[in-house]
């Protein structure tokens, strides 16, 4: 079990900071655009101000700029409460949905890095368990990323989430030789960690090419 609690420990704070620092990357990526538009304005001022007539198209473009990144930074902002909340709360009852969409949001920028894209994601209902919530979002997290290697000519990866008589189960498809790219790497030793503390099941369906989490209504 000491060897478990050292496993969870590493992964936990591998997860914490790649994700922390992706989100920031976010952060300081639209801040930078603001500030650009900024500084279009700050010449449009400077123009005026020699006689060359204010162009009310050009003004309307930035103000457009500045208003989807403020948006954006709020969407990431509430991404970030949300993982904040993940670590504070040992056990939670949540829609795994929700969770499936963060960890999208986290691992996005890291994934298109590899040049794969995720599936749209449109749940038709939610699907509802008491968990760990940072240790979900982890192990989702890390599934992920191994499928973001394994994926097929498509290189889009799709999850959905769907209800299960003992609780739920996500599915990650989009992928290809899963059995030959997942040989003694995956599940790994975090993997199978996390899967204890979340009495939860995760498989390889290589005759479909998916990877599977089964998880339990109540994992408390």
Same mark, same amino acid.
């Given at each position: 079990m000491n060897d478990d609690n050292e496993i969870l420990t590493d992964s936990a704070l591998d997860f914490f900071g790649k994700s922390s620092a992706s989100i920031s990357h976010? *952060?300081?990526n639209t801040i930078a655009i603001i500030k650009e538009s900024a500084g279009l304005i700050d010449d449009f001022v400077l123009a005026t101000q020699k006689g060359y007539p204010l162009s009310p198209e050009r003004l309307a473009r930035v103000a457009g700029t500045i208003n989807r990144q403020v948006l954006r930074t709020d969407g990431i902002v509430k991404n970030l409460n949300q993982f904040g909340h993940s670590v504070d709360k040992s056990s939670a009852t949540l829609d795994v949905n929700d969770t499936i969409r963060l960890a999208v949001a986290i691992a996005e920028r890291p994934v298109k890095m590899r040049g794969v894209e995720f599936g749209s994601f449109e749940p038709k209902?939610?699907?509802?368990v008491?968990?760990?919530p940072f240790f979900l979002l982890n192990l989702i997290w890390r599934s992920i990323n191994f499928a973001a290697g394994c994926v097929d000519e498509e290189k889009t990866i799709a999850l959905v989430a769907e209800k299960t008589a003992i609780g739920a189960k996500i599915s990650i498809s989009g992928l290809k030789d899963l059995k030959k790219a997942a040989?003694? *790497?995956?599940?790994?030793?975090?993997?199978?960690?996390l899967s204890i503390i979340l009495k939860a099941e995760l498989t390889l369906a290589e005759d479909s090419n998916r990877i599977q989490l089964i998880l339990a209504a109540d994992a408390d």
């Open positions: 976010e *952060i300081k209902e939610a699907v509802t008491t968990t760990r040989t003694g *790497i995956f599940p790994g030793a975090a993997e199978k960690a």
